[in-house]
């Protein structure tokens, strides 16, 4: 059994704000009658519930009203993806200054910083209110830096956004840094958490694991599960019903890091027999003829499972560079590592680069683009869903390119025409792995917030604060930058 340790973060002591809303000359008078003071706020406080006990002013790290989604809506095929189960539980990203409040230091000497990409979101408790679930990494001992050569610890805590308790449970992971995902992978109703590690992205000489399954409970324990099929070096992560079945299905690709097996060098597809059993199969059905093209096998950075071309199977959108990147030594790699590729599903629930899409970019920036993340929405209304992606030139600033869907399965770069201000070069905030399509202003078109976002709010010498609601406005089908604190 894991060991736990219990932390209370906040304890509310606002009066019942119904009451006081409703009636704040009473209240006034009441509370002055010193003999009954105090008779008066205990029973106050036990008819009251938990969202009336609320902090009554709300800031970026609280909110009174229980978690009403303002996701998109998807055919039903694609909401049995991962992407859009973490989009439907999310409300916002977490806040250097909140992700600096929640480091945590055991026995006063071992150190584990919040990372604000290493989270999930979801009403675990069924309490209507979100909970987080979180790794954080071993990043000194007593001092010495340690940078994840040690194990980590999860950080589990209830009601996130209104600072709830947090539970501690240690694991043998030394980093996550891959990908999570929520979706139900047993069929019993619940979420499940699946976690796509990198647990070597400090040193080659530790293991490669496989994908890791989180069980949390209604009282947020936490239960881990290690599956012990193929270990890769995740970036990345994707879950949903590749094959149609009614189950959930997990892939597995490798990033391409060093000190790998010819096991390792080509996707995988777990699948699911409908209990949370999986069967390890080659992903693509033509592996043996790229293994003769490709002594390294193909890496990527990014592989989202959505359906674009409506035909009721799940496509892979993946890639590794673009814009600028030219890889050397092999003309055939430019096409699995210098382009944005879709994968098209069909009934077989694998997939052949026979039946692939190059979505070409129109490289405004004239850089070279590590690609990091995807999002998928019809912006434009016109019944297509359109392809968003989130990538870097630096590791420190984000840009943003716009695919608009053709219908007759072709992409357009329109990043300049429908995006006003698309790349920042870490000043105003750092990269991020995904986007989510939300309605964040409640105007009834979708907006994309940041999801994801890997920012330790250091430059080397001080801490610094980027924005607390960076989000890219729907405007008429065309996104407009707020920039906000």
Known sequence: MKKVITKSINLYSNVCKVFIKSNPIIFKKIISMKFIKIIFIVILF??????????????????????????????????TTGYFNNQNNFYK???????????????????????????????????????SVGFQYHSAQCGIPSFGYQTGIFAVQSDFFNGGDIKYYETNLRWVAG?????DINGDGDFEIIVYNFNRHEGSMFQS??????????NLNLMERQLNFTGYDFHNGSTGDVDNDGDIDLIKWKIGATNQSPNQNFPKILINDGSGNFTEENLLE???????????????????????????????????NFGNFEPTGNEDLSDYYGEIVILWGSDSGKFNTKNMTIVSDSN???VNQIFLGSSFTDYDNDGDIDLITT????????????????????????????CNTCYDNGENFS??????????DSDGDYDLVPGDVNSWAWDGSNYIEFLDNLHWENVGGRFEIRKEN
């Open 46 to 79: 036990a008819s009251c519930d938990k969202e009336s006990l609320a902090p009554t002013d709300t800031d970026n790290s609280s909110t009174n009203s229980r978690f009403v989604s303002k996701s998109e809506r998807y055919s039903s095929i694609n909401e």
């Open 364 to 366: 405004y920036l004239n």
């Open 391 to 418: 990538s870097t030139d630096n590791y420190r600033g984000f840009i943003v390119n716009i695919f608009q869907n053709n219908g007759d399965l072709t992409f357009t770069d329109v990043t300049e025409r429908d």
């Open 286 to 320: 033509n592996q043996s003829e790229l293994e003769s093209r490709f002594n390294w096998g193909w890496g990527v950075t990014v592989y989202n499972l959505f359906d674009f071309n409506k035909d009721g199977y799940l496509d892979i959108v993946t890639g590794y």
């Open 93 to 131: 990203y977490t806040t250097d200054s909140i992700a600096r409040s929640l480091s945590y230091e055991k026995d006063q000497c071992s150190s584990y910083p919040f990372s604000t990409s290493d989270q999930i979101t979801y009403d675990f408790n069924n309490d209507g209110y979100l909970d």
């Open 431 to 440: 990269h991020f792995y995904r986007f989510y399509s939300i309605d964040i």
């Open 209 to 218: 694991k496989d994908v890791t399954i989180l069980d949390i409970d209604s």
């Open 179 to 183: 990908d999570w995902e929520l979706n």
